[in-house]
């Protein structure tokens, strides 16, 4: 119980304000918080359990800088992968994910703690116990209290902060640590000024183009979806009430999309005069894709 206790203890403290305990409070903005538990005792029983498991075998096999710089790599690539932002009707936000949340919570910290200090720890504890599963459930432990932790104050702050400022801000979390990584295990003759303006560059013209894409992508989904409620609209003239189940529907796409409503008549050719009055590129685009939908 001794070997248990110290574990948790050690690995608690280690993790507190440490990366992984940000990259919780990131996830927390993003998924249910029973995922990202779940995730976090995935990623860190794999990670620790390999480490305690193996011992100094990994360390004498593939030299510990190695495996920091290709973590710091992925670290990169998860917060630009991050920034892609999920248009859709999904009605279970938590489910934004190619590979469900779980996985991707599991990955994303088996990968942050390889070469990490709480390996390391995990790996000395396990090699000079006589108990190493006692040891791999108190860092385990460890590392749920304080996901746990960073899982609170990320709800807390996703209650004050827009959900996509959220996903950014987690993004750019992960950026930031792989950065870190890479300008701290890189050999010191890559560490120039040139390669340090030159990877920055590329960094902010890669994050440009995805804010580029995002931009895109959400016109078009707005676009079409706006279309296809005009196609359910029965013209009813006179008629027309705002109670109306598609006009409810088309006052909501409109508020998400543009911030205000466009005078609905009871009428769709009145209806894109409108638009075409207030938004002309707008129109253009709903206007074609409502005649294909028509067709």
């Known amino acids: 119980m001794n070997e248990f206790i110290k574990a948790f203890v050690l690995?608690?403290?280690a993790e507190m304000g440490d990366?992984?305990?940000?990259?919780a409070l990131?996830?927390?903005s993003k998924f249910k918080p029973l995922y990202v538990l779940v995730g976090i005792f995935i990623g860190a029983f794999l990670n620790h359990g390999l480490a305690i498991a193996l011992g100094n075998y990994i360390s004498k096999l593939v030299p510990i800088e190695q495996v920091q710089l290709f973590a710091s790599l992925l670290f990169i690539f998860f917060g630009l992968w991050s920034l892609r932002l999920?248009?859709?009707?999904?009605?279970?936000?938590?489910?934004?994910?190619?590979?469900?949340?779980i996985f991707t919570?599991?990955?994303a910290f088996f990968i942050g703690e390889l070469g990490d200090k709480t390996q390391l720890t995990a790996m000395t504890l396990g090699a000079n116990s006589s108990y190493p599963l006692l040891v791999l459930l108190g860092t385990v432990t460890g590392m749920i209290v304080t996901g746990g932790l960073g899982i609170i104050v990320g709800k807390l702050l996703g209650k004050k902060i827009p959900e996509v400022t959220m996903k950014i801000i987690a993004s750019f979390v992960f950026m930031?640590?792989?950065t870190i990584g890479l300008y701290t295990y890189l050999p010191a003759i890559y560490i120039t000024p040139l390669n340090i303006i030159c990877y920055f560059i590329i960094l902010i013209l890669l994050i440009l183009l995805i804010f580029r894409w995002n931009i895109i992508q959400k016109d078009r989904y707005y676009e079409e979806k706006l279309a296809k409620v005009l196609t359910k609209c029965k013209n009813c003239g006179q008629g027309h009430i705002e109670s109306c189940p598609i006009n409810q529907e088309r006052i909501k796409i409109e508020k998400e999309y543009l911030g205000e409503?466009?005078?609905?008549?009871?009428s769709v050719i009145k209806y894109l005069e409108s638009l075409k009055y207030m938004h002309v590129n707008l129109y253009e685009k709903v206007h074609n894709s409502y005649k294909k939908n028509k067709d």
């Open 176 to 178: 930031f640590f792989g």
């Open 26 to 28: 990131a996830f927390a």
């Open 105 to 107: 919570v599991a990955f």
């Open 11 to 13: 690995i608690t403290l």
């Open 19 to 23: 990366k992984t305990q940000l990259l």
């Open 86 to 101: 999920d248009i859709g009707d999904d009605e279970d936000e938590d489910i934004d994910s190619k590979y469900g949340p």
């Open 261 to 266: 409503n466009i005078p609905y008549l009871g």
